[in-house]
């Protein structure tokens, strides 16, 4: 069956339109039409624009922040954005924008290099937020954070340069299936590669990873625990400092994923006793193409490179080289200076907030929408349900009966304006354990609001009747 999606009279782009079908999971076809945009402008003065307040008491955080957020105050596809996929990346605050700016226009020069003012300004300023990461994570110096492209990137960097040089055939490497692909794929390569064996841990009742389960797998074989704080797709909350306790008592090491973790709660990488923890600028305000490697600086001073270049040397001759202390050993060639010092800014603005305030805040928040979705017939939230003894994170993944996560999300936006995600959210595995081929995903930050999630739940019901109308 093929039916042409009304066009809204709100819409009023003149940009080309070209129809894509979307196949739902009972194999009809819903014609979508698809708005290109060349560019999405945003004036200047909606960084200072007042936000509607609630009526009664004080403001919340999520609209005292708004304002701070300048892609948040446009209309997309005719409707208001309403922008709930921050577990796939978060929006950047205008001080964040300001300093990229400002490091372009006043200081840009390679960093460690040079002599000039410039490049002493760079090295500064790149310096300084190493120093803010290590920090905000309660590192015992600086020299334990190194900077990476990603979390993706760290993870790979401990496989290749600590795990070819210290694990072997018939070791073990133990993970969850909820695990994200980054924290999996590399593990793979390594096992292939030496012979190492990974184990998976599934899900309890409550669809947690089943910690009494990670234990059983613990042995004197165990090298090395991979797990992630947050679920991406589960919402849960692992309790990583006995993790690394179980992991240690055994002499195995542990990796965290605190990709969605760092950017909403206090993470104390002292407290939690991790060997190694991983985490992304882009999902904590600040820019892409930059993230960082946590390690305890015993374990990183007796890694060999992971790259070999400029900057991560100490001495190069033509038959050897010898290599410089972490974390320069780890960072081989021009780094992301300017990125780098936009996360340092976005710590700044983060801290300024208070991670204890953004987590008290999302917590209140996060029971709002799993309350509020449970209104949605025949809807399926995956994750434990929130408890006094079992809290989630601010992000529920669910499906509808009979209605493809991906037309979901397209109808969301196109018809809504409203931005989701859908999809198996880089975790392939959970969703074939879960029965699952997708799922839609809506995950919020602090600079949401309830009448954001009030917005998202009209939405979906009038999502949801739409198609429910073609039965």
Not at 59 to 80: A, C, D, W, Y
Not at 159 to 168: E, I, M, T
Not at 340 to 351: C, E, F, K, T, V
Not at 415 to 427: D, L, M, N
Request: aromatic share 10%; proline share 5%; hydrophobic share 40%.
């Amino acid at each position: 069956m093929e039916v042409l999606l009304p066009k809204l009279p709100s819409f009023k782009f003149s940009s080309p339109i070209c129809c894509c079908s979307i196949s739902t999971r009972s194999s009809s076809y819903v014609k979508f039409g698809f708005r290109r945009f060349s560019s999405l402008s945003v004036c200047a003065s909606t960084v200072n624009e007042a936000v509607a307040e609630p009526s009664l008491g004080s403001p919340s955080l999520g609209h005292t922040t708004r304002p701070h957020f300048p892609i948040l105050h446009q209309e997309v596809n005719g409707s208001k954005l309403v922008y709930l996929d921050n577990a796939a990346t978060s929006q950047k605050p205008t001080v964040v924008l300001k300093t990229l700016q400002s490091y372009y226009e006043a200081y840009n020069s390679n960093v460690h290099r040079g002599i000039h003012f410039l490049s002493a300004k760079a090295t500064d300023q790149y310096e300084a937020a190493r120093r803010k990461v290590a920090s905000f994570i309660n590192a015992s110096d600086s020299s334990e954070i190194v900077f990476t492209r990603n979390a993706t990137e760290a993870i790979n960097l401990v496989a290749y340069s600590w795990g070819l040089s210290n694990l072997k055939r018939d070791d073990e490497i133990i993970l969850t299936v909820a695990e994200h692909h980054s924290a999996i794929v590399p593990w793979q390569l390594l096992a292939q590669k030496v012979g190492a064996v990974l184990k998976f841990v599934n899900l309890n009742q409550y669809e947690i990873p089943d910690m009494d389960k990670l234990k059983e797998l613990l042995s004197r074989k165990t090298k090395l625990v991979v797990v992630h704080h947050v679920s991406n797709v589960l919402a849960s909350v692992l309790p990583v400092r006995d993790i690394a306790n179980w992991a240690h008592d055994v002499g195995a090491k542990v990796l965290v994923d605190a990709c969605q973790s760092v950017p909403h709660m206090t993470v104390d990488v002292h407290s939690l006793n991790v060997d190694f923890l991983v985490a992304s600028s882009h999902k904590m305000c600040g820019p892409t193409g930059v993230g960082f490697l946590y390690g305890k600086i015993d374990l990183l001073s007796s890694m060999p490179p992971f790259l070999g270049g400029g900057e991560m040397i100490s001495d190069v001759f033509l038959d050897h080289s010898t290599y410089a202390e972490p974390p320069s050993r780890f960072e081989a060639g021009t780094p992301a200076i300017g990125e780098a010092i936009g996360l340092g800014a976005a710590i700044d603005y983060l801290s300024g907030i208070g991670m204890q305030t953004i987590h008290d805040y999302e917590v209140e928040l996060g029971r709002y929408l799993y309350e509020r979705l449970l209104s949605i017939p025949n809807i399926r939230i995956y994750g434990p349900a929130p408890s006094e003894k079992i809290k989630r994170a601010a992000l529920c993944s669910f499906n509808v009966e009979n209605i493809h996560a991906t037309d979901l999300a397209t109808f969301l936006d196109q018809q809504h304006g409203v931005a989701i995600r859908s999809g198996h959210h880089c975790a392939q595995p959970l969703h074939r354990y879960l029965g699952v081929n997708a799922s839609a995903r809506v995950s919020l930050y602090f600079y949401n609001t309830k009448e954001d999630v009030d917005n998202f739940i009209q939405a979906l019901n009038d999502t949801v009747n739409f198609f429910n109308s073609f039965k």
